[in-house]
């Protein structure tokens, strides 16, 4: 993986094998949503109407990660119901990530509440997160586990997670994780192997690798237990899933669409689990393994 500077810099997600392929040009806020440059250069929507109107535009460009109707009403719901709960660990993680170059990868504040949430409505105590980036929904998670509770956190790249470590240790929540450096696929088949692990976990959490996500779809099915959940980040990918193939976007977000619609259409037609598609940030699948 590239090495990290933090700077005012550009975000540049990766696609496959490491490569960040596109350098698309980002003005990222406190909470990590950016406001994106497409791949002809200019701002979706863009911007002769007045501020308004351009901000308005900037919150529904192809790379914003909230579907709502405008950043004024996204704002709303941080000030009014987030940002007064979160915790200090969090707040300061989060004004960490909003620096990061690739800041537009964080899991958003309002998702990190709901998978808070989530994970204490279903008194889960065993779970999985693949994709960990500098961990704010990793310490979401940790925050709302049980003190015997434990994530295995998976991830590519080690470097953005010793970033954000220093927020679990404030939270005294780090001798939760067993954190698993490398791809995921491989350390989800080494837990597979283990028959102990077959229906172990109440709640695995999938924020990766787009591309790879069918792929563990059939390995997470085996370990999560019937009636725990898998859920699936951005799946209405920015709201591209309904955008047509001339439309301008950014290049990773266009080389991931067809991955994210491929999923969607398994996910729908699984006998082996219930969904929820909510449209918190951009989409989230909850999977209830049902058999
Ligand atoms: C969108 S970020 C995760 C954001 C994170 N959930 C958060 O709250 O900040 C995606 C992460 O997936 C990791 N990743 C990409 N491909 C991977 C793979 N094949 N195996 C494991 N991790 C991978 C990247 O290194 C990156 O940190």
Redesign the pocket.
Known sequence: ?VSVEFSDGVAT??I?NGQAKSKPSTHATANGNVGAVLENGHANGSSSNGKAKEEASKHQTLGHKSLLKSDALYQYLLETSVYPREPASLRGLREL?AKHPWNI???SPDE?QFLSMLVKIMNAKNTI??????????L?TALALPEDGKIIA????RS?YDLGFPFLQEAGVDHKIDFRE????A?LDELVQNNKNHGFFDFI?I???KN?YLNYHERVMQLVKIGGIIGY??TLWNGAVVASDDEPMRKYVRFYKDFVKELNKVLAADPRIEISHISISDGITLCRRIV
Request: no cysteine; hydrophobic share 35%.
């Open positions: 993986m997600p990766m496959p990530t990868m964080t899991t990190g997160e693949i994709g960990v980036f500098t961990g704010y929904s990793l979401s998976m991830d590519i790249d953005n490398g791809p995921a696929l350390t959490f924020d990766a690798d790879n980040d951005n």
